[in-house]
């Protein structure tokens, strides 16, 4: 029997708290963070997939696993399936008016999550965060971000593996005395850091806290600023794997009111 996965955790935790939208947030930032094992009625060719659809009385659906061991479960033989994102798939199913049948009779985590769900996380994880320029003055140690920040940006960069040494966020004050806080990643890999702030914008996202209440800045482990960094703030270390791939992470939005999911 497959272990519990992240998704039948976060899936338990939406179903015990029904009306609070932070927890159905995480639940929806944990789908599209997973991968997951779509059921195809071919072999894919290239970049040509065709997924099995089933009709039934809420609509048309797709049918996903977070483990090939249930979608070997659930199809009973041998079948053709394609492994791709929660966020690739989203992208994809957006606007077709198809929903998602996630681990069915496999998992706790089983259900139908409708089209409209679909469309809008697509949606949420298409806004990408804006560039701004500031002359920051000191670096302090970070205080008063909240827990569910902090947890969701931990688990956030536990997905970016390879794409940085390590990630330090601070407190900080401009040179116009303005205060903020800011999340410096150093020694990023080349062009990993529109992910990496993508990332992090997704982070927010999905904790419900405002998009602009983080910046994101990158250094070279040689410089005098992430020297500074490391002496005053929270340390994040992303895991190194032996061949680092860098995923396009698409950045969060304004989610308003997440889709209940029942």
């Known amino acids: 029997m497959t272990e519990a996965t992240a998704l039948d955790a976060a899936h338990s935790a939406m179903q015990a708290a029904p009306d609070d939208d932070s927890i159905r947030l995480r639940f929806f930032e944990r789908l599209a ?18 997924p099995e659809l089933f009709d039934v009385a809420d609509g048309r659906f797709v049918l996903a696993f977070d483990h090939e061991e249930r979608l070997a479960t659930f199809a009973g033989q041998p079948v053709p399936y394609v492994a791709l994102s929660g966020r690739v798939l989203s992208g994809m199913l957006a606007g ?3 929903g998602l049948g996630l681990n069915l009779e496999t998992a706790p985590s089983s259900m139908l999550i409708p089209a409209e769900a679909l469309s809008w996380l697509s949606s949420t994880l298409q806004h990408a965060p804006q560039e701004v320029e500031q002359r920051l003055a000191e670096f302090n140690p970070p205080a008063g971000l909240p827990d569910v920040l902090l947890t969701a940006l931990d688990t956030k960069l536990a997905t970016a593996a390879g794409l940085a040494a390590a990630a330090f966020l601070v407190g900080t004050k401009t040179e116009d005395g303005g205060q903020g806080y800011l999340l410096g990643f150093v020694s990023a890999i080349e062009g990993a850091q529109p992910a990496l702030a993508r990332a992090v914008s997704e982070a927010l996202t999905f904790s419900g806290i405002e998009a602009g209440a ?49």
């Open 96 to 98: 077709q008016g198809i």
């Open 214 to 262: 983080l910046d994101v800045a990158f250094f070279e482990a040689e410089a005098p600023a992430a020297a500074a960094l490391a002496k005053v703030g929270l340390q994040f270390d992303l895991p190194q794997p032996q061949a680092p791939q860098i995923e396009r992470a698409a950045p969060g939005s304004d989610p308003g009111r997440p889709p209940i999911l029942r």
């Open 33 to 50: 963070d997973s991968e997951l094992f779509l059921m195809l009625t071919e072999e894919a060719k290239d970049e040509n997939i065709s």
